[in-house]
């Protein structure tokens, strides 16, 4: 799966989402871009899910309509996110294309 990792997702993440091809936003020189322009970018670079953590996405942006998936963490906490690791990797396997989920972790 081709995984794109917001801004405000922690790098360190990706080590445990290994068997997955992750990038983040920054790496690919998208730093400066919202997450409306963001997205469509995503969307034609071939990425199947965005990871955020950004709580407002759901409010700001109109996700209708798109082909990739959006996963919503609750946090970016590293330590909460990796002792979640098994949650979230399950959450991304089930994610269809196009589907919006947040996950609660704890």
């Known amino acids: ?24 936003a920054q790496r690919q020189g998208w730093s400066a871009v919202k997450n409306g322009e963001l997205l469509r970018l995503a969307e034609e670079a071939g990425f199947d899910l ?3 953590s950004d709580q407002g996405i759901r409010y ?5 309509g798109r082909r990739i998936a959006i996963l919503e963490l609750s946090t970016n906490d590293l330590r909460r996110l990796q ?19 947040r996950l609660a972790i704890p």
Request: hydrophobic letters at 40%; one cysteine or more; aromatic letters at 6%.
């Open 60 to 64: 700001q942006q109109n996700l209708a």
């Open 1 to 24: 799966m081709k995984v794109l990792l917001d801004e405000c997702v922690p790098w360190p993440l990706h080590r445990g989402l290994a068997g997955h091809d992750c990038t983040t």
């Open 83 to 101: 002792l979640s690791l098994p949650v979230i990797v399950n959450e991304m396997m089930t994610l269809r294309s196009g589907e919006y989920r």
């Open 50 to 52: 965005f990871v955020t």
